[in-house]
């Protein structure tokens, strides 16, 4: 009997809202390895990376709230350093089989609007946050050729879920209608 081979998938932001969404939806259709480590932590992904064999990797790894100065820094060294670092490393290290990495972005890129937005539309971060989104899809942009791997961006709408935090306008809903039934 021929041995059935899950393809490989490596996520960061395995503990957060959306990677852990996606690990319970695909933990049976693909072998999921979930980087242990933060991602700033350039020389410890570089080797934990280098000996690794996989297929697809999923960048879900980000901070998002708080507008502080301090934050600034922090936001500029998670979001786009370590994202960029990720992606340097990949092309480095040529992994076989390795086929494609996918960078899990932001509307936030957009900036605010009132009506319907497409992809075609100009990005114009409004806020910290999503103009740190879009220093690392200007970087996948304007590397993708010289990368040996397939690159994508996916930019989220609205996400919610039970490991979202309590100051999202939809969990203080939550709450409010859970005080108003009880």
Same mark, same amino acid.
């Given at each position: 009997?021929?041995? $059935?081979?899950?393809?490989?998938? $490596?996520?960061? *932001? *395995?503990? *957060?809202?959306?990677?852990? #969404?996606?690990?319970?939806?695909y933990k049976y259709k693909y072998s999921i390895i979930k980087y242990p480590y933060?991602?700033?932590?350039?020389?410890?992904?570089?080797?934990?990376?280098?000996?690794?064999?996989?297929? +697809? %990797?999923?960048? %879900? =790894? =980000?901070?998002?709230?708080?507008?502080?100065?301090?934050?600034?820094?922090?936001?500029?060294?998670? &979001?786009?350093?370590?994202?960029?670092?990720?992606?340097?490393?990949?092309n480095n290290y040529k992994i076989k089989n390795f086929e494609y990495f996918l960078?899990?972005?932001?509307?936030?890129?957009?900036g605010y609007s009132n009506k319907k937005i497409s992809e075609k539309k100009n990005?114009?971060? =409004?806020?910290?946050?999503?103009?740190?989104?879009?220093? $690392?899809?200007?970087?996948?942009?304007?590397? &993708?050729?010289?990368? #040996?791997?397939?690159?994508?961006?996916?930019?989220? %709408? &609205? @996400? @919610? *879920? +039970?490991?979202?935090?309590?100051?999202?306008?939809?969990?203080?809903?939550?709450?409010?209608?859970?005080?108003?039934?009880?």
């Amino acid at each position: 009997m021929k041995k $059935v081979y899950k393809k490989k998938i $490596v996520i960061t *932001g *395995g503990n *957060g809202l959306l990677g852990s #969404y996606f690990q319970k939806k695909y933990k049976y259709k693909y072998s999921i390895i979930k980087y242990p480590y933060r991602i700033e932590h350039f020389k410890k992904f570089q080797n934990w990376i280098k000996n690794k064999k996989f297929n +697809y %990797f999923i960048h %879900f =790894a =980000a901070i998002t709230k708080n507008e502080s100065k301090k934050f600034k820094k922090t936001l500029n060294l998670i &979001n786009v350093k370590s994202s960029i670092n990720i992606i340097k490393s990949l092309n480095n290290y040529k992994i076989k089989n390795f086929e494609y990495f996918l960078f899990i972005s932001s509307s936030h890129v957009y900036g605010y609007s009132n009506k319907k937005i497409s992809e075609k539309k100009n990005r114009k971060p =409004a806020n910290p946050y999503g103009n740190s989104k879009k220093k $690392v899809e200007d970087f996948i942009l304007k590397n &993708n050729k010289t990368l #040996y791997f397939s690159c994508g961006i996916a930019r989220v %709408f &609205n @996400t @919610t *879920g +039970y490991k979202q935090k309590r100051e999202i306008l939809f969990q203080i809903c939550l709450q409010k209608l859970k005080t108003i039934t009880t």
